[in-house]
Antibody, heavy 118, light 110 residues
Framework: EVQLVQSGAEVKKPGESLKISCKGS????????IGWVRQMPGKGLEWMGT????????RYSPSFQGQVTISADKSISTAYLQWSSLKASDSAIYYC???????????WGQGSLVTVSS | QSALTQPPSASGSPGQSVTISCTGT?????????VSWYQQHPGRAPKLMIY???KRPSGVPDRFSGSKSGNTASLTVSGLQAEDEADYYC??????????FGTGTKVTVL
């Protein structure tokens, strides 16, 4: 069974750093792109970027380029999304998604709630 | 990269059909047959309902169908059921391994 299991909820202060994770299981982790999707409170879905764990090829949405860093450790089948300096506007649910060939997202993680507040 | 345009809301009575539009440009929806649709119930992660414009993943009822004409894609839910009440989002490949989501549509079953 394909699963994407994300790290738990985080409460951080503005200016702090954060790295959340997404562990894939039940499939060949290096054969699929892994992406991240943001959903701000009461708002829609926003594609942030994707990484191909096999060679760490990364593509970012222009809206998120320079704002976050996507990475992966294929030895432990885990993808990451990190911030170096959080802002209150980063408060959202972040979903990791699996992207097969064909341009869609077939499996979603359960979501990681990030709250940034002073 | 602008979000694809969807109507904020749509509704129908049980058993009726509802169609949701998703309008983009020739750089995304119109340029590729890589439109997908996702259903999201409150407090839950989105679920893939349609991929590559009109294909249904295993387990998705055939009441859900997708189509595309030019820069506009559509999702039709036939024979509406109470459990179909949810938010629906379209997504499209936008070239260079990038993607864009729609603004979302809240479907209400009256």
């Amino acid at each position: 069974e394909v699963q994407l299991v994300q790290s738990g909820a985080e409460v951080k202060k503005p200016g702090e750093s954060l790295k959340i994770s997404c562990k894939g299981s039940g499939y060949s982790f290096t054969s699929y792109w892994i992406g991240w999707v943001r959903q701000m409170p009461g708002k829609g879905l926003e594609w942030m970027g994707t990484i191909y764990p096999s060679d760490s090829d990364i593509r970012y949405s222009p809206s998120f380029q320079g704002q976050v860093t996507i990475s992966a450790d294929k030895s432990i089948s885990t993808a990451y999304l990190q911030w170096s300096s959080l802002k209150a506007s980063d408060s959202a649910i972040y979903y990791c998604v699996r992207r097969p060939t064909g341009g869609y997202f077939d499996y979603w993680g359960q979501g990681s709630l990030v709250t940034v507040s002073s | 990269q602008s979000a694809l345009t969807q109507p904020p809301s749509a509704s129908g009575s049980p058993g009726q059909s509802v169609t949701i539009s998703c309008t983009g440009t020739s750089s995304d929806v119109g340029g590729y047959n890589y439109v997908s649709w996702y259903q999201q119930h409150p407090g839950r992660a989105p679920k893939l309902m349609i991929y590559e414009v009109s294909k249904r993943p295993s387990g998705v009822p055939d009441r859900f169908s997708g189509s595309k004409s030019g820069n506009t894609a559509s999702l039709t839910v036939s024979g509406l059921q109470a459990e179909d009440e949810a938010d629906y989002y379209c997504s499209s490949y936008a070239g260079s391994n990038t993607y864009v989501f729609g603004t979302g549509t809240k479907v209400t079953v009256l």
